[in-house]
């Protein structure tokens, strides 16, 4: 017998982390140069097939800059995933996560399945990983989730970690 489950995810963090690129690479499989600002919330839905499971994803970009903080709850809300994204490139976007996910907490629940994903790894040089990737790693492991390293530009690792957290949310629907 198959299932159908319908997840809202959403993808959160600062502005200009590629919120925006991730969502796109993952549902058109398409990357743009241009920068657009997203102003409150876009979204788009994608279908995965999986065993005798059809889970379709719609996928919540929530604008990252503070003026749009006072719609975050109204956003969150019904949520039953997160992606938390930060910029590779420009580090201090790590340091403003606490507030992500505090709001996500506060807003979605306590117990809702997150992912970290560090974004713009095609802008990092692999042989100088001096970038603090460790942090990520405890402050992913401290939360009980996973970390990523994605580049919506090139399609690294963007479908894994969409695919990762789509198996968290079935398994926290089916433990209910």
Do not use: C
Request: glycine share 6%; net charge negative; proline share 2%.
């Amino acid at each position: 017998m198959s299932h159908l489950y319908v997840f809202k995810v959403i993808i959160i963090g600062p502005g200009a982390v590629g919120k925006t690129s991730l969502l796109h690479r993952f549902v058109e499989n398409k990357f743009s140069f241009r920068y657009k600002l997203t102003i409150g919330a876009d979204f788009l839905a994608k279908i995965i097939q999986k065993n005798d499971e059809t889970i379709k994803l719609q996928i919540w970009d929530i604008g990252g800059q503070d003026r749009y903080k006072f719609l975050r709850p109204s956003f969150f809300d019904g949520a039953n995933g997160a992606l938390i994204v930060f910029d590779l490139s420009r580090w201090h976007t790590f340091e403003e996560l606490e507030n992500w996910l505090s709001d996500l907490h506060e807003y979605a629940g306590e117990n809702i399945p997150f992912a970290l994903l560090g974004n713009k790894l095609d802008l990092i040089d692999k042989k100088d990983e001096s970038y603090e990737r460790e942090s990520a790693e405890v402050f992913a492991k401290k939360e009980k989730t996973f970390y990523i390293e994605t580049s919506a530009k090139t399609g690294e690792n963007v479908e894994d970690a969409f695919l990762n957290l789509t198996e968290r949310m079935l398994k926290n629907v089916n433990s209910k």
